[in-house]
């Protein structure tokens, strides 16, 4: 980043002793706001980017949200104090801010920032260092991470003096030198050699590969320093039905000081039916394309009968130095399968559940036509009761393959917990088999409306019609102090807790109170009619 700023000191000093026109001031916009032009950066020697990943909660995502990850490279702590990370669509210029929390990154140590959740995923992040909540693109956008919290305003690349990294992907019209290729749902953008590569080249400091967040209690990695040897796994396919193959990988980075020699790298693929130690190669067998190149592979064959879903596969590497690392290779089977889950998972009598079937179609044909019955007997229902994939009875989005039935528990039905069948079928013949875990529970008993002023009574109010601006009302939800003569509450004060959560969805259903003294104003619906 400095480089830049001597640069444009030396523009403006010419500028000032030799231009008299404004032909240099356009020139310089030019250089610096096209989205054409992609400078190179000083190289970071502390605090960079160390992965992007925007698929989080979509289809076929492990983990529910994105994120951004964050590395120091360097030898000396860097204080996050006041910094942030921005994000902006891949042609945008429009940037969102995520602030950072006042925390010294102490070197070697990892950082990460949770941003939005999608609807989809099996697994939460690691604990984040800092929520945020930017809702990032999957394949193609460009994120920065600035020691200001302005946002940035630019048309075009916006490396100024605040912006200490820098990273674009896909197609994003501003990177460092080479945007990193398109990511996907389930590929991150992740900087080599666990964050310590950087040559200001997107392309060539990053890889694409299954995500693997860490945050600041994660073990350090000293870069330049004695260090254990580490590698980023990945399937290709990466989804595949029982009987099918895929090609596994391991991308070692070696250990150093000194780098590490007779590497070994052993899978654990017993959750797809084959060797809880298999040995991957280096040596252009077994699927290895190169000899010799650190990247280690092993063809694998999914055992016909294994159960559909995301298999996690535990990776472990060692050296002849005697260091360790691992790392995980993700791998969809995709079997045809359901499972179901409840929403609340406790619901009490006579309140509403949703309770859904989610389908994991099959390969080789493709499912089609599928259908979802679960057996709601045990819980005064149905015994053949079909879920829905169309947006009604409670399912959010039409044909993404979770089925939904939305239901009251009635009132007499035994308290305790249920395990629902579910049964899925598509037209190729296949079936499936899950259940519903649910508990049913005893309604919460009434409130009393005196807790609601727990913390006391603000400004003295009494349930006293003498008293028409200060007129205390205990409602069995809240309590408030009413002003006839502006008709609005001076204050509303309510208790809340878990028991008070339940399952109705917003009303928009607005009612004038008719518990009022006579002659007090009643504010009606037809009030605010049309004001938005």
Partial sequence: MSSHSKR????????????????????????????????????????????????????GATFKNDFIELFNRGNSAVSLNGWAVQYASAAGVSWQVTPLTNVMLEPGQYYLIQESAGAGGTTNLPTPDVIGGIMMSATGAKVALTSSSAALSTSGCPFGATVVDFVGYGTANCSETTAVPALTNTTAALRLNS????????????????????????????????????????????????GGSSLLTVSVTPGTAPVSTGITVTGNLSTIGGSATQQFFDNATNGDVTAGDNIFSYQATVTAGTSGGIKTLPVSIADAELRNGSTNISLTVQAFSVAGSANPGAVAQGASVILTGTVTPALGPPSSVITVTGDLSSIGGSATQPFFDDGSNGDATAGNNVFTFQMVVPGPTTTGPRSLPLSAADAQARMAAGSISLTVTTPPGPHDPAEHLLMGNPNGATADTNFPDNYLMMKLQYALSYNNSRRIPNWTSWHLDSTWRGSAQRQDDYRNDTTLPAGFNQVLGTDYSGSG
């Fill in 8 to 59: 444009l000191q030396n523009y403006h000093s010419w500028y000032f002793r030799f231009a008299a026109a404004s032909a240099l001031a356009a020139l310089l916009v030019t250089l610096f706001s096209s989205s054409a032009v992609h400078p190179v950066q000083a190289v970071s020697s502390g605090v960079v980017i160390s992965q992007v990943y925007g698929g989080g909660g979509n289809t």
């Fill in 195 to 242: 964050g310590c590569n950087e040559t200001d080249n997107d392309s060539a400091d990053f890889e694409t590969s299954a995500p693997d967040p860490r945050n600041s209690n994660d073990d350090f990695h000293l870069c330049g320093g004695p260090g254990n040897p580490s590698g980023v796994g990945a399937a290709n396919p990466n989804a595949v039905p029982p």
